[in-house]
């Protein structure tokens, strides 16, 4: 039996990865480490309340002695690695805790997992660190998608800490000899996925009839990736990938962010009629301060080795995000608090809540 240590399992990618795990792989134990802030709710794991395979802990992964009895008191062979502070518009107002948790939480992580693993013997232990398609900047129109060989060009706190998270873990296998791998994924959405991010934010916005804001010109173009999907690589990376490579995931979706938004509310209105057009909506604001073009991945590597590629194309992603919205309303009133509100009133004005 394998036992596997997710952090930020409680997250919307993560706990996507979790329930699919269990399914994928019920033989393995799950060791779930999140601290449950605002974006980690343990309402998306309570499928899995009562499975023995499931265990919740939560904590910071920056804390270095709670990290490190977690791999004294449980046999753990492997990290996945998903626990960070994620929104750009957050690092904007706050860089020191994306620094936090994003650098020195990984390299807790790294060091607990080195110390932990030294002589050990039987399964080869494998440490797969999530991070972001962001690392690598932005892209111009006719720029070729970034691939695992681009030069990291970080251009918000947020990219810029995770990818000083990447630059440790890439140390930790070329000094260490380490077993680390890294992922770098596109923006990714589907159940779970807290309403401060683009799609759920829409969604949530729509429903309540109030003015769903698009940055700039609504111009700036990003790769989409149904979280199902994403989970799938992750899985094949963690059990197959050669340790010290990274693996670029992508959706093959580039989509810019208007024609994103008309395409979802339409979806929206033709499952919900009643709703009236809601393309009336949206509402233009200022762009936000250094606001990346274009992000777009090739994954030729991944589908060349691994054979993974994404099955869930943007319409029937969208499609089945909708769905699970609009059946779960009290999630999405419940993580809509006060303090999300006061969030989304600095950020956009007073208009949108």
């Known amino acids: ?161 995770k990818a000083g998270a990447d630059f440790l873990v890439r140390s930790y296998f070329h000094t260490y000899q380490f077993p680390t791998l890294i992922t770098n994924c596109s923006n990714n959405y589907g159940p779970f996925q807290f309403p401060e991010k683009l799609i759920p934010f829409v969604i949530s916005q729509a429903l309540e009839g109030k003015p769903v804001p698009i940055y700039g010109a609504g111009t700036n173009i990003r790769d989409w990736i149904f979280v199902e999907d994403h989970c799938r690589a992750v899985l094949l990376v963690l059990e197959k990938g050669r340790p010290g490579e990274t693996y670029n995931l992508g959706g093959r979706q580039e989509k810019p962010n208007l024609e994103l938004v008309r395409l979802l509310l339409r979806l929206l209105m033709e499952m919900r009629p009643d709703l009236g057009n809601l393309e009336e909506l949206i509402t233009f604001v200022p762009d936000r301060p250094g606001h990346d073009w274009r992000y777009a991945l090739s994954i030729d590597k991944i589908e060349g080795e691994l054979g993974w590629r994404p099955q869930v194309d943007l319409e029937e992603g969208l499609k089945r995000t909708l769905s699970w919205y609009l059946s779960h309303p009290e999630w999405l009133e419940r993580v809509r608090s006060g303090a999300y509100r006061d969030y989304l009133q600095q950020q956009y004005g007073a208009a949108v809540v």
């Not at 804390?63 to 004294?72: I, N």
């Not at 960070?84 to 904007?92: F, G, L, P, Q």
Request: charged share 20%; no cysteine; hydrophobic share 40%.
């Open 1 to 161: 039996m394998s036992m596997v240590l997710v952090t930020g399992g409680a997250g919307f990618i993560g706990a996507n990865f979790v329930h699919y795990l269990r399914r994928e792989r019920p033989e393995w134990t799950v060791i779930n480490l999140d601290l449950l802030t605002y974006a980690g709710n343990p309402e998306n794991l309570a499928a899995l309340e009562g499975d023995p395979g499931h265990i919740l802990t939560p904590g910071d992964i920056a804390d270095r002695d709670l990290v490190a009895s977690l791999f004294s008191r449980h046999p753990i062979t492997k990290v996945v690695h998903f626990a960070a502070e994620t929104h750009v518009d957050r690092s904007i107002m706050d860089p020191g805790v994306f620094v936090r948790t994003n650098v020195l939480g990984t390299y807790t992580l790294l060091e607990a997992a080195r110390h932990a693993w030294q002589g050990v013997q039987g399964e080869e232990p494998r440490f797969l660190h999530i991070s972001t398609d962001e690392v690598y900047g932005s892209l111009g129109p006719q720029d070729p998608p970034f691939t695992e060989k681009t030069p990291y060009a970080p251009n918000s706190p947020y990219a810029a800490s």
